[in-house]
């Protein structure tokens, strides 16, 4: 059973930046964000594959960026936040790239909490 454990989630202001860290007991070839926010369901944000394919959601190009540093570590960089982006925040991991980006991965982590004031 794979462990993802989320850090660097908290609040800033409109306009500013946050990078979030996912890091995994376990490599696998496919990671992402998922956001939920407040009585929304929740959705994918961002995912990476192993070979450095990368996907976002209409919403966050050209101000989030997903990176991996290894098979067991991930980071999402979020520039230009807004108040819209205040969520909930979860790694997931799975060996498929396309399952975890329809929102089926195996794995998920407990979530960080990401605030934008306006």
């Known amino acids: 059973q794979m462990q993802l454990v989320e850090s660097g989630g908290g609040s800033v202001q409109a306009g500013g930046s946050l990078r979030l860290s996912c890091a995994a007991s376990?490599?696998?070839?496919?990671m992402g964000w998922f956001r939920q926010a407040a009585g929304k369901e929740r959705v994918v944000v961002a995912a990476i594959n192993t070979d450095g394919t990368t996907k976002y959601v209409d919403s966050v190009k050209g101000r989030f960026t997903i990176s991996r540093n290894n098979a067991k570590r991930m980071d999402l960089e979020m520039n230009s936040l807004k108040p819209e982006d205040t969520a909930i925040y979860y790694c997931?991991?799975?060996?498929?790239?396309?399952?975890?980006?329809?929102?089926?991965?195996?794995?998920w982590g407990q979530g960080t909490q990401v605030t934008v004031s306006s």
């Open positions: 376990s490599s696998s070839d496919s």
């Open positions: 997931a991991a799975d060996f498929n790239f396309q399952k975890l980006w329809n929102g089926y991965p195996l794995y």
